[in-house]
Structures are given as C-alpha cells and as structure tokens.
C-alpha cells in the first residue's frame, strides 16, 4: 500500500498552490454570493479560474478541464480551502448537474452544456423541491406534457439556491400521470429566461434574497433539453442526488480547514477562558471532537477515492457521508461560538465574524442535499439492510 502522494500529485499540487497564491482575492473582499452583487463578483471569479484551466480540474480537456483523477482533484480542494478562496457560485453546476450529464448526457449536450458551465458564463440552479415536496421528492407535482417538438412545463418549484440570480435550472416534472411515482418523472433542462418562467426570490435569515421561488406557466422545452430518457428522471435524479451527498459537493478540505482555523482561535483566546478543569477544557473537547471529525472525513474520502479508482461506484453510502459532513460543520461552528462566547452574536465584520454566518449556514447542512432524518432512512434500510418498520 502507497500511502504517499506521487512526485506528479505533489507537482500538481505546487502547481495549484502557485496559481491560487497569486490569484485568490483577500478574504472577505467579495459581497456574499446571495446578493446579486456578490454573485457576479463570484462569477468573475470562476472566470480567472477558468482561464487556467482551474475551474474543473477532474472534467475532460475538450470541456475546460485537466483530466485529473480524483486524488488530484482532493488535492486542488485541499489547495482550495487553504488559500481561502472564494465559495463556488457554480456549484449546483459544476459538482452536481456535471457528473451527471457526463453519464447521461449526449454528446451534443455535453458540448453545448459544459464548456459554458466551467467558464462560469451560465450558472445552474436546482429546480427539484416544491411546497409539498422536499423530502418525499417522488411526490412531486410539477408537470410536463408533450407537444409537437418537446414539452410543455407547469407548476411550482422552491428553495432554488441563487435561482434569484442563475441562467439555467436542472429541474425534475411528472410527465406521466398515471405511471407509478418514480416512474412518470422526467429531467428537464431549463433557460430561467424563458417565456412563461417567474422567478420570485425569497429572503434569507440574514436577509440575503438568493433562493427563489420559480413558477412555470407553459414553458416550452424541446426535446434535446431533456436529460436521460423520458420517464427516467428518478434514476437521473439519484446520480444527482449522489453527487450531491457524497463527494463532490462538500470535499473534506472544507471541514479541515475550517477545524484549523477552530485550532488557531482556540490557541489565541486560550489564556481568557478560565482553569482547564472548567470552560476551557468543556470547549477544548469540544474542538478536538470537530477536528477529530474532519480529519475522520478526509481519512474516509482518501479510502473512498482509492476504491473508486478500482472502479467502486458509490452508492447508498453517500447518505452516511452527508450526515458526517452536514453534522461536522455544525460541530466545528458550534466550538467556534462556544469559545467566542455571547459577543460571537455583534461581531460585525472582519474574520471572526465568518464563525457566525458559517454558523449559521452550517445549521442548514442537515436539511438541505436531503434531510438527515431521511438519510437515516437511506443507510438504515440500504446500507444495513433493516426492515421499513
Ligand atoms: C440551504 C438550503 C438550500 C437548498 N437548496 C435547494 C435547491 O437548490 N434546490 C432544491 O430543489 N431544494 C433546495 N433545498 C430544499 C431542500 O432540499 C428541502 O428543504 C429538503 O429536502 C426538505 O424538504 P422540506 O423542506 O419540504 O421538508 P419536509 O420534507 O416537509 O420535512 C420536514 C421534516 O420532516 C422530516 N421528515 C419528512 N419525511 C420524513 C420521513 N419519511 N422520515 C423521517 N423524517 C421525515 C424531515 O427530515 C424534516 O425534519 C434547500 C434547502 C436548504 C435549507
């Protein structure tokens, strides 16, 4: 067993280092994603990434990418995080509707979709939950009918992240009534701008307007905007989800960072949080727990990534990875303002005031990409093989 990187992997991650130093614009100096301002300022972003081909290192070249494997690709996410560089405001592009349209795409849909995606020129929202259907996706109502040439769309999506703001939706519709539930979906692919879509954005906790609400009234879609086959958009729809829950959205580096950042906080408030007998040994468990649980997860992934790398396809397993990622973050933000203390709640600006946003957002790590309740669900009756009830 190799458990050293190869001269190449350290090569390319020197290579990544020299690029993001040079490159990567000061922390804080970006408006956050979720305001149109800011979303653009990410988007140029992308665009200085792209130009250097850093933008989806793992794609093929024809499409913008390097061709790497996955190992390479943790790496760059691991030079990612550690020069602190910008959130991915293509994100729902690149990690989750791009795997995806490599395995089902055509060929003439990879070319037209990608390129642009990796270029941060058209970024893609997820159109899949609706008011009373975000944990029972199946139960979807949204609907697509066919007409001469393609298909007719109505109904109501929500939660849309930055669909206030994004060019494209990857969005799922019954197209069959009467077929079972899983059976009559269809995957459709949607400009925002088309005549008859509605995008209305709702207002976050900290006010930020990124999410929306779409509404869809007679869209016309043609056919080659349909992605896999007619009637197979459940099974589309899981190679999303699977993305989405497992590697590609949230990469370890993510949650070893930040639990380094956690450390170094912890180092320079040390001497004001009392004996060791008291709060401060309380929150020192504490930090070491999250950092114990990043470093469990980039452990985790190295071995996922090995066996992927033997042909592994992951499966059902995704959803025990979302609810270790999406409960590390809440843990790592936790310790974060358990050793800040009550003033975590004012601090306005600078550094320490990325703990209570990440706090915040951290909260809805366990709701969104799926609940965890229901990936409880998934790991009890698909990884453990126990009964419904
Ligand atoms: C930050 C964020 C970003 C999001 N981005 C998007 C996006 O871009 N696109 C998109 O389409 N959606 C998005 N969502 C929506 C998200 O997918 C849904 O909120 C989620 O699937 C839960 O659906 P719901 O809100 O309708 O809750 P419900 O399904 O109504 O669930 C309510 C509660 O009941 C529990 N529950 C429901 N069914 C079961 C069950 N069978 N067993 C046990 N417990 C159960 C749930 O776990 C939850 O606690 C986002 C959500 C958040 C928070």
């Excluded at 999250?290 to 592994?312: N, P, Q």
């Excluded at 609810?323 to 306005?348: N, P």
């Amino acid at each position: 067993m190799e458990l050293a990187f190869s001269p190449a992997q350290e090569a390319f991650r020197h290579e990544a280092r020299a690029f993001l130093e040079a490159h990567v614009p000061a922390v804080g100096s970006l408006a956050s994603l979720d305001t149109a301002e800011g979303f653009e300022q990410h988007r140029a972003w992308e665009q200085v990434l792209f130009e250097e081909r850093w933008s989806v290192v793992s794609w093929p070249e024809e499409y913008g990418g390097r061709d790497v494997g996955i190992l390479e690709w943790l790496i760059f996410e691991e030079e990612y995080y550690r020069a602190r560089a910008p959130k991915r405001v293509s994100q729902n592009g690149i990690f989750l509707l791009a795997p995806t349209l490599l395995e089902f795409g055509t060929p003439e849909q990879r070319s037209r979709f990608l390129p642009p995606m990796a270029a941060g020129t058209e970024i893609w929202c997820q159109g899949w939950s609706e008011p009373d259907a975000g944990s029972d996706l199946a139960g979807i109502r949204s609907r697509a009918e066919r007409v001469d040439g393609g298909w007719k769309l109505n109904g109501q999506k929500t939660w849309a992240s930055r669909g206030a703001f994004a060019e494209w939706c990857f969005g799922l519709f019954r197209s069959d009534p009467e077929a079972e539930r899983h059976a009559g979906l269809t995957y459709f692919l949607i400009p925002t701008n088309a005549e008859g879509v509605t995008v209305r954005p709702i207002p976050q906790i900290d006010g930020e307007t990124g999410f929306a609400e779409i509404f869809f009234d007679e869209v016309f879609v043609p056919d080659d905007q349909v992605l896999g086959g007619i009637g197979d958009g459940w099974k589309v729809a899981m190679a999303t989800a699977g993305s989405e829950r497992g590697l590609s959205l949230r990469s370890p580096a993510r949650y070893t960072e930040a639990s380094l950042r956690l450390v170094d906080l912890y180092e320079s408030l040390e001497q004001d949080l009392g004996s060791a007998a008291g709060p401060r040994g309380v929150i020192a468990d504490q930090i070491a727990k999250a950092y114990a649980a990043s470093e469990a997860y980039r452990l985790h992934t190295y071995w996922t990534a090995t066996k992927v790398r033997e042909g592994h396809v992951v499966g059902p397993e995704s959803s025990a990875n979302k609810i270790w990622w999406s409960e590390t973050d809440v843990a790592i933000h936790e310790a974060a303002l358990a050793l800040l203390g009550e003033g975590a709640e004012v601090i306005q600006d600078g550094e320490l005031a990325e703990w209570l946003d990440g706090y915040l957002f951290s909260l809805s790590g366990p709701i969104y990409a799926g609940t965890n309740e229901i990936q409880r669900n998934v790991v009890a009756e698909r990884m453990l093989g126990l009964p419904r009830k």
